[in-house]
């Protein structure tokens, strides 16, 4: 289904009388007609470019548009055993070839990264992470008072893997996101392979956490998942997250894939918050549409050839990403980039430490957004 995104928005059908949701409430509130008029445009999202979130540019595929459209109906008054959700958890179940029971959803797999925290770490378990990686994994083990052993990324902004293997002995968790947020590099399944066996033979009471959050955007000849290792191992866990290349960051919806007993574990260290029937259509449906993946990782990567090759233009290096975020070094702090590219009205990421001063993490928006985008780049950093 390679569609124009002119006929993207044509069978999303925006711009139609009868809009997106349908509801005259909804249509006639003034934030919604902005958001439809803004996607017209396909740039300028209330008013300004957002690049600083890792959402999505793009939003849904016209068959999740469609779903969540066909399922408001007068059944979302019924979601307290909600449609679609055992459903999900079958499809995600068979396709990755285990019991339902493997499966575990959450409404957005931050619930997860809390949870598995909660779950595995304490003041005597300590949380081995990297720096700078996505933060809620640290966030809750400071919350609970676990110590935190983050290491640096190494030279071409990947995870340390031996480094942090090395310190995992007597670990509570050990926080592999791969790829990584906000390096966007990856590693190969045979280096997570080695690492995370050579985590459980020194610590075999540690747990280790595969985060695959933007998976579908990776090149598949460098980087593949881990799952395997959690049909092996009770002690290892997989996140994922619909909020990505799914595009359904709004809908709140992420899965863990992991052996019954520790997803036990998880779920019952803390919430997972309950997932609504509309999101779980729209995941259910997103989830099926692999052809439509398959264009949007395909577009993805169009966007940020673009966008890292007018860096390099500029002269600045950008590490291999395999996300829908970049992460250049701008030889600048990120919050000078910040400054000057807000006025402009595009909006990039926040500080990573430690690389806050020299790299600045830029998230991919939409082909139409990041021209103009780069428009800016071009007249603030060059
Ligand atoms: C690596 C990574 N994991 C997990 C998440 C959480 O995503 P969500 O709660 O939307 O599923 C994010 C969000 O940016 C992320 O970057």
């Given at each position: ?18 809009g ?13 007609a ?12 209330r008013?300004?470019?957002?690049l ?31 449609d ?22 959450a ?22 992470t ?39 002995r ?57 799952h ?43 919430g ?11 995941a ?48 600048q ?22 690389l806050q ?13 990041m ?12």
């Open positions: 289904m390679k569609i124009s995104r002119r006929g993207f928005v044509k069978s999303a059908g925006f711009g139609t009388a009868a997106l949701i349908g509801g005259s409430t909804i249509i006639s509130s003034p934030v919604f902005q958001a439809r008029s803004d996607h017209h445009a396909g740039v300028f999202d008013g300004e470019i957002h600083n979130q890792n959402e999505s540019g793009r939003g849904p595929g016209p068959k999740t548009l469609e779903a969540i459209r066909k399922y408001t109906n007068y059944r979302v008054g019924r979601g307290y055993a909600p679609f959700v055992p459903e999900l958890q079958d499809t995600i179940a068979s396709r990755f070839d285990v019991p339902r029971d493997h499966v575990l959803l409404s957005g797999s931050t619930w997860l990264l809390q949870a598995s925290v909660r779950a595995y770490c304490s003041e005597d378990k300590p949380l081995v990297a720096g700078p990686t996505f933060s809620t994994s640290e966030g809750t083990a400071r919350q609970i008072g676990a110590p935190i052993k983050q290491i640096p990324l190494d030279k071409d902004a990947k995870l340390d893997l031996d480094a942090m293997v090395a310190v995992s007597g670990a509570g968790l050990v926080y592999f996101c791969n790829p990584n947020n906000p390096s966007g590099t990856v590693h190969s399944p045979q280096a997570i392979d080695k690492a995370v066996r050579a985590v459980l033979a020194a610590s075999p009471d540690t747990h280790v956490h595969l985060d695959e959050a933007y998976i579908d955007y990776a090149d598949p000849a460098k980087m593949q998942t881990g395997a290792l959690t049909k092996e191992f009770k002690n290892v866990f997989i996140t994922r997250s619909f909020s990505k290349a799914h595009a359904l960051a709004g809908m709140r919806i992420g899965y863990a894939l992991a052996q019954p007993e520790t997803l036990r574990e998880i779920r019952g260290s803390w997972m918050g309950d997932v609504a029937m509309l999101s779980a259509v729209a259910l449906t997103a989830f099926e549409d692999v052809e439509h993946l398959e264009w949007e990782r395909e577009e993805n990567t169009r966007v940020r050839n673009f966008v890292v090759g007018a860096l390099a233009d500029l002269g600045y290096d950008t590490p291999e990403s395999h996300t829908n975020h970049i992460f250049p070094n701008l030889k702090p990120a919050s000078n980039v910040r400054n000057l590219c807000s006025p402009h009205k595009v909006i990039v990421g926040r500080d990573f430490p430690p001063h020299t790299h600045c993490r830029i998230s991919l928006g939409s082909m139409e957004e021209q103009v985008a780069v428009d800016v780049f071009r007249k603030v950093l060059g």
